[in-house]
């Protein structure tokens, strides 16, 4: 039977999967055909390349050739060389051995995908944007160290503080190339504002990106900012009071009352964070029309080093409610009045056309933004994905992991950047099957933490996690994965999650937050669901290396394609969890 595929794309990626009723004998992989759609109607076909090989043919360092001559040993593949606005489609055709060559089963070739645009989405006024900020990896390895010999640096802990520094160059290609669609939607969004006349309100935790203060700085006193003063811990010689007046944030908040921008100081920290990062831009009328928000910091390394989303909502009903609440911050100055927290305590319930949104703020009382997630976690049916900074043990992961336990049959996948103490070792809580030696069972991982690898073989030295968290003396920045999305059922009845909130007891009971719960949107669904996917597979990959390294399994880590078939069964097994979810 022909192969069947599923594709997904959003603002920057295409994930596709493939699978086959049986083995194919004599497959070793598969060819992947992309056509891409020009503006001017022209298709321009290609063929995806594979940057594993055979042993036989010495692959090199950083080598890669088509699919055709090193077929994917794989049932999935996120595609991240195409772009916003590529529209593509993709073929996928098993490579049988013919003697000593291979060549294509065209009879077993599945049909094109259906043309797929990416963008950020437009289903209901939803559209979601992502960076690249997948820091651990072997792009950025290749990077830092063409960077310490071009600087001639000693080492490449010197080189990632090389590439921090740079990070503000605005026209930096690694800048413009990490940031993606983040950093473009951004900053469209503040020169629409500035061009048609527009007022934005802001309510931000952190603000030292460049561009981004000097976008905000254009718009002079059309722009109004609730302005945190970032992440302050006490010093043991001074009181919390004392130290509420240091402030993260004082050059921007400098800059941005010099150009005349209203700022509204809102010094919480230490004891609570003003974590919000949304924005709410007004029409000449002064009526809300859209509202962003999503985990990004307005700064360099929010851009750049983290994995983060934002979340663009054009309509008046959704934009209103954070407008009110910016006004709300605003009136509460560096206080947490009761009508503030009253207020967080309720869902703010939006109809979106088909989809709807119930809107969430804190501090709030009793945890209701808690129970909120929960419930929606809880009523999972098919698969629940998800990306985590710093949820704590007692938010919302651990309903994900009791709910896994209770539900074999349920689909979960995550990464988590710091996993809690209890979960790191959790080998129960979810169940990810990963294809491993034939000799050995499938590897049982819990939710993926990101980690870096050692080299090895020909391709895989990655930078390593210790190298980029400042608590274990990195110099990047404590964050790797700082998104906060949940997605649920995103075939079926799709609801999806996402803002600032970290979904931890913290977050609900001391800072300031927001999130979204968009139900209905199977759209926005299936872009945060082949984002997360994208990064759990990212992250999955190097758990596994990980794992093996720690063991010294020097055996398994060949980094070689398989020779013969036997290949294709192990992994058709090996993801067959997988395969139902995403080909269904």
Same mark, same amino acid.
């Not at 022209?42 to 594993?52: A, E, F, S, Y």
């Not at 945190?228 to 050059?251: H, L, M, P, V, W």
């Not at 880590?557 to 294709?568: Q, S, V």
């Given at each position: 039977?022909?192969?069947?595929?599923?594709?997904?794309?959003?603002?920057?990626?295409?994930?596709?999967?493939?699978?086959?009723?049986?083995?194919?004998?004599?497959?070793?992989?598969?060819?992947?055909?992309?056509?891409?759609?020009?503006?001017?109607?022209?298709?321009?076909? !290609?063929?995806?390349? +594979?940057?594993?090989?055979?042993?036989?043919?010495?692959?090199?360092?950083?080598?890669?050739?088509?699919?055709?001559?090193? %077929?994917?040993?794989?049932?999935?593949?996120?595609?991240?060389?195409?772009?916003?606005?590529?529209?593509?489609?993709?073929?996928?055709?098993?490579?049988?051995?013919?003697?000593? @060559?291979?060549?294509?089963?065209?009879?077993?070739?599945?049909?094109?995908?259906?043309?797929?645009?990416?963008?950020?989405?437009?289903?209901?006024?939803?559209?979601?944007?992502?960076?690249?900020?997948?820091?651990?990896?072997?792009?950025?390895?290749?990077?830092?160290?063409?960077?310490?010999?071009?600087?001639?640096?000693?080492?490449?802990?010197?080189?990632?503080?090389?590439?921090?520094?740079?990070?503000?160059?605005?026209?930096?290609?690694?800048?413009?190339?990490?940031?993606? *669609?983040?950093?473009?939607?951004?900053?469209?969004?503040?020169?629409?504002?500035?061009?048609?006349?527009?007022?934005?309100?802001?309510?931000?935790?952190? &603000?030292?990106?460049?561009?981004?203060?000097?976008?905000?700085?254009?718009?002079?006193?059309?722009?109004?900012?609730? &302005?945190?003063?970032?992440?302050?811990?006490?010093?043991?010689?001074?009181?919390?009071?004392?130290?509420?007046?240091?402030?993260?944030?004082?050059?921007?908040?400098?800059?941005?009352?010099?150009?005349?921008?209203?700022?509204?100081?809102?010094?919480?920290?230490?004891?609570?964070?003003?974590?919000?990062?949304?924005?709410?831009?007004?029409?000449?009328?002064?009526?809300?029309?859209?509202?962003?928000?999503?985990?990004?910091?307005?700064?360099?390394?929010?851009?750049?080093?983290?994995?983060?989303?934002?979340?663009?909502?054009?309509?008046?009903?959704?934009?209103?409610?954070?407008?009110?609440?910016?006004?709300?911050?605003?009136?509460?100055?560096?206080?947490?009045?009761?009508?503030?927290?009253?207020?967080?305590?309720?869902?703010?319930?939006?109809?979106?056309?088909?989809?709807?949104?119930?809107?969430?703020?804190?501090?709030?009382?009793?945890?209701? !933004?808690? @129970?909120?997630?929960?419930?929606?976690?809880?009523?999972?049916?098919?698969?629940?994905?998800?990306?985590?900074?710093?949820?704590?043990?007692?938010?919302?992961?651990?309903?994900?992991?009791?709910? *896994?336990?209770?539900?074999?049959?349920?689909?979960?996948?995550?990464?988590?950047?710091?996993?809690?103490?209890?979960?790191?070792?959790?080998?129960?809580?979810?169940?990810?099957?990963? @294809?491993?030696?034939?000799?050995?069972? %499938?590897?049982?991982? !819990?939710?993926?933490?990101?980690?870096?690898? +050692?080299?090895? *073989?020909?391709?895989?030295?990655?930078?390593?996690?210790?190298?980029?968290?400042?608590?274990?003396?990195?110099?990047?920045?404590?964050?790797?994965?700082?998104?906060?999305?949940?997605?649920?059922?995103?075939?079926?009845?799709?609801?999806?999650?996402?803002?600032?909130?970290?979904?931890?007891?913290?977050?609900?009971?001391?800072? !300031?937050?927001?999130?979204?719960?968009?139900?209905? +949107?199977?759209?926005?669904?299936?872009?945060?669901?082949?984002?997360?996917?994208?990064?759990?597979?990212?992250?999955?990959?190097?758990?596994?290396?990980?794992?093996? @390294?720690?063991?010294?399994?020097?055996?398994?880590?060949?980094?070689?394609?398989?020779?013969?078939? *036997?290949?294709?069964?192990?992994?058709?097994?090996?993801?067959?969890?997988?395969?139902?979810?995403?080909?269904?």
């Amino acid at each position: 039977m022909p192969v069947k595929t599923n594709l997904l794309v959003n603002c920057d990626d295409a994930l596709l999967f493939w699978s086959v009723a049986a083995p194919v004998s004599d497959c070793l992989g598969f060819v992947i055909d992309r056509e891409r759609k020009l503006a001017d109607g022209t298709v321009k076909p !290609d063929v995806l390349g +594979n940057r594993m090989g055979f042993k036989g043919d010495k692959p090199k360092a950083g080598e890669h050739r088509s699919s055709e001559e090193w %077929p994917f040993q794989r049932l999935w593949w996120t595609d991240h060389e195409v772009n916003l606005g590529d529209t593509v489609r993709y073929r996928v055709t098993p490579m049988v051995k013919d003697g000593n @060559q291979l060549k294509r089963l065209a009879a077993e070739r599945s049909a094109w995908t259906p043309w797929a645009t990416l963008a950020g989405g437009t289903q209901d006024g939803y559209a979601a944007f992502f960076n690249r900020g997948l820091v651990i990896s072997q792009f950025m390895a290749r990077y830092l160290e063409r960077l310490r010999v071009a600087k001639g640096l000693a080492t490449r802990k010197e080189a990632l503080k090389a590439f921090k520094d740079s990070l503000g160059e605005h026209e930096l290609p690694i800048r413009k190339f990490l940031s993606g *669609a983040l950093r473009t939607e951004m900053l469209a969004l503040l020169a629409d504002a500035k061009k048609h006349g527009k007022q934005v309100y802001g309510a931000l935790y952190e &603000l030292a990106d460049d561009e981004l203060v000097k976008a905000l700085c254009a718009l002079g006193a059309n722009a109004n900012v609730v &302005l945190a003063n970032g992440s302050i811990t006490k010093k043991k010689t001074e009181t919390t009071s004392e130290a509420r007046q240091r402030d993260e944030n004082e050059d921007a908040r400098n800059a941005l009352n010099a150009a005349g921008v209203a700022v509204h100081d809102r010094f919480i920290a230490p004891g609570a964070l003003g974590h919000n990062k949304f924005l709410v831009v007004r029409n000449k009328s002064g009526k809300p029309e859209s509202a962003w928000t999503g985990s990004t910091n307005w700064t360099s390394t929010g851009l750049c080093t983290q994995t983060n989303n934002g979340l663009l909502v054009t309509h008046r009903g959704f934009a209103q409610e954070y407008f009110d609440q910016w006004e709300r911050l605003r009136d509460a100055g560096s206080t947490f009045p009761k009508d503030l927290i009253d207020s967080n305590s309720a869902a703010k319930p939006v109809k979106t056309n088909k989809s709807s949104a119930e809107i969430w703020f804190s501090r709030t009382k009793g945890k209701v !933004d808690l @129970q909120a997630l929960d419930a929606a976690v809880s009523g999972a049916k098919d698969g629940v994905l998800f990306l985590m900074f710093q949820p704590g043990g007692s938010g919302v992961l651990k309903t994900i992991r009791d709910l *896994a336990k209770a539900k074999p049959a349920l689909y979960v996948r995550g990464v988590v950047s710091t996993l809690p103490a209890d979960a790191a070792d959790d080998e129960s809580a979810v169940k990810v099957d990963v @294809q491993a030696d034939v000799a050995k069972p %499938p590897m049982t991982l !819990d939710v993926v933490q990101p980690r870096g690898t +050692n080299a090895f *073989a020909n391709w895989a030295a990655t930078v390593a996690r210790k190298e980029f968290l400042t608590k274990q003396g990195g110099v990047i920045g404590f964050a790797i994965v700082h998104s906060k999305v949940i997605v649920i059922d995103p075939f079926t009845n799709p609801v999806v999650i996402t803002g600032s909130h970290n979904f931890s007891g913290n977050a609900s009971t001391a800072n !300031d937050e927001n999130f979204a719960i968009v139900r209905g +949107n199977k759209e926005l669904a299936a872009s945060y669901a082949a984002h997360i996917m994208g990064v759990y597979d990212h992250y999955r990959w190097r758990a596994l290396l990980g794992e093996r @390294q720690d063991k010294k399994d020097a055996k398994s880590l060949t980094g070689y394609l398989a020779e013969t078939d *036997a290949w294709m069964g192990r992994k058709l097994k090996s993801a067959a969890r997988e395969l139902k979810f995403w080909l269904n």
